[in-house]
């Protein structure tokens, strides 16, 4: 493959990571000189896992990863982005309903920045219907979830449904 470009910044909530956010990281590393993983502190949704929790998880499922960095971050995802000196975020799609959200996401960030950009990633087949909310409730149920997600978030994982 040709040139990569500089920096894309790959925001989420990542609770938990899962192999189709591990496969989507790596699509992206094809792609950018280095992906900075922005993991949102979720104030439009309840998450299982704080952001410092989160973040330590993401660092360990892609600590081989030496172009990847994750940062947790709150607020504006552009102002994130402007501090971390990128103009660009990737996101995934798995379905119509993805495009949908994501495709007003991007418009309204490009209204609050005319020189952001979106990047839109297409996951591997195997995992274009996986999602954190399915993995956690599997989880809940006592169910395995190796399948979907990293040692890492496995682990985590099994210790907060043992919790009270």
């Known amino acids: 493959m040709g ?5 894309a910044i790959y925001p989420g909530s990542f609770d938990p990571i899962t192999f189709g956010h591990l496969d989507l990281i790596t699509r992206s590393l094809r792609i950018f000189d280095r992906v900075i993983v922005g993991v949102a502190r979720g104030h439009h949704k309840e998450t299982l896992f704080t952001m410092d929790e989160r973040v330590e998880m993401i660092r360990e499922a892609c600590s ?17 982005a402007h501090r971390e000196g990128a103009n660009v975020m990737v996101r995934g799609l798995r379905a119509i309903s993805d495009f949908e959200y994501e495709f007003q996401m991007a418009l309204m960030n490009r209204k609050i920045d005319g020189e952001f ?35 890492a978030a496995v682990r985590r994982l099994a210790a907060k449904m043992k919790s009270p």
């Open 117 to 151: 950009e979106a990047v839109f990633l297409m996951p591997s087949e195997q995992w274009s219907y996986l999602n954190s909310t399915v993995v956690k409730e599997i989880a809940r149920l006592g169910g395995p979830v190796d399948r979907f997600a990293p040692p």
């Open 3 to 7: 040139q990569r470009g500089g920096l």
């Open 64 to 80: 081989g990863m030496e172009r990847v960095e994750v940062k947790g971050f709150d607020g504006l995802l552009v102002e994130f």
